[in-house]
């Protein structure tokens, strides 16, 4: 499924006092099985632009078209596009509000033509695939659950239907080292088996570490867009729109500026350490 978005504007509160362009002339492609991330401030237009590809909000210039079809075309199914493409905003557990686990995981399957008994199970396969018990967590309020079960739990909800595009804002946010880190093996996992995967983090590591496309955007404009290799070794670029980029590549940079030649495309802890023993070994650091 394609995502594709064609001179795509969007405007808040238009013909008011508060009128805020927070995308202007968006043209993006996403293939099949991409893993892209969208870094840039707050209020650069992240939030909006996840919502236009989910069908949240319509262009109010511009088309956005998933698997060729204009999603805000009259008659478009997009009910059946909620079966296939799944968002996880900030901050999810929040939305949780069923009595049981296993009914808030089961509520966009609510509606669907499956049996009870296949509802079970694809119920139980989601939060396996999260890491539960099925057995163990589904009579369970999820109002007794720690913060990161929680965001689990909601994470399961949006892993029900199987979505073959997954959408998540500020994921990370508020997790643990350690859930953060089993959250993006997940993630990692879930686009290994093909999952189209658009994630916003304002977190370079994190986009570094599993992220293989960046969009970086700016004031609601697309300011950069390709390979994260390629767009982290411009440290002045993304340090003139007052980005970071992860940690490995930073540190790469600071040892090049102190005379010590790394190679510029650098992005994970393997890459970084790979270069200091080539380094090593041939007594120089490349
Ligand atoms: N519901 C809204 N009503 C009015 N303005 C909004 C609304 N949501 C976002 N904005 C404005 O639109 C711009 C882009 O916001 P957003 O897409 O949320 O950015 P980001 O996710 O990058 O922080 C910002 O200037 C923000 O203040
Ligand atoms: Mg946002």
Same mark, same amino acid.
């Given at each position: ?100 686990? &296993? ?9 669907? +033509?499956? $049996?009870?008994? =296949?509802?079970? #199970? @694809?119920? %139980? ?94 004031? &609601? ?9 390629? +767009?982290? $070794?411009?440290? =002045?670029?993304? #340090? @003139?729109? %007052? ?44």
């Amino acid at each position: 499924m394609p995502i594709v978005l064609e001179d795509v504007s969007f405007t808040y509160g238009i013909g008011t006092p508060f009128e805020t362009a927070a995308l202007r002339g968006i043209d993006l492609r996403i293939a099949d099985g991409e893993f892209v991330g969208v870094m840039g401030h707050t209020g650069c237009g992240k939030s909006t632009l996840l919502q236009l590809m989910a069908g949240l909000l319509a262009p109010e210039r511009g088309k956005v078209m998933i698997d060729g079809a204009d999603i805000n075309a009259k008659g478009y199914p997009l009910a059946s596009l909620r079966q296939r493409l799944s968002v996880i905003f900030q901050y999810p557990e929040s939305q949780l509000f069923e009595t049981t686990v &296993g009914k808030d995981v089961a509520f966009s399957l609510k509606h669907s +033509e499956l $049996s009870a008994r =296949e509802i079970q #199970e @694809k119920v %139980r396969r989601a939060l396996e695939s999260v890491g539960f018990s099925f057995d163990a967590i589904r009579g369970l309020s999820p109002l007794g659950l720690s913060g990161g079960e929680k965001r689990r739990v909601a994470i399961a909800g949006a892993l029900v239907t199987q979505p073959r595009i997954l959408i998540l804002d500020e994921p990370v946010a508020g997790l643990d080292p350690v859930g953060r880190e089993d959250f993006l093996k997940l993630i990692s996992g879930l686009n290994r088996n093909g999952v189209t995967i658009l994630m916003v983090s304002h977190n370079a590591d994190v986009l570094g570490d599993c992220a293989e496309r960046l969009l970086v955007l700016d004031q &609601g404009r697309l300011m950069m867009d390709g390979p994260v290799r390629a +767009e982290f $070794s411009d440290v =002045e670029k993304l #340090e @003139k729109l %007052r980005l970071g980029v992860c940690r490995p590549r930073k540190i790469a940079h600071l040892l090049k500026e102190r005379g010590v030649p790394f190679p510029p495309d650098i992005v994970r802890y393997e890459d970084l350490l790979e270069a200091v023993i080539k380094g090593r070994r041939s007594g120089t650091a490349s």
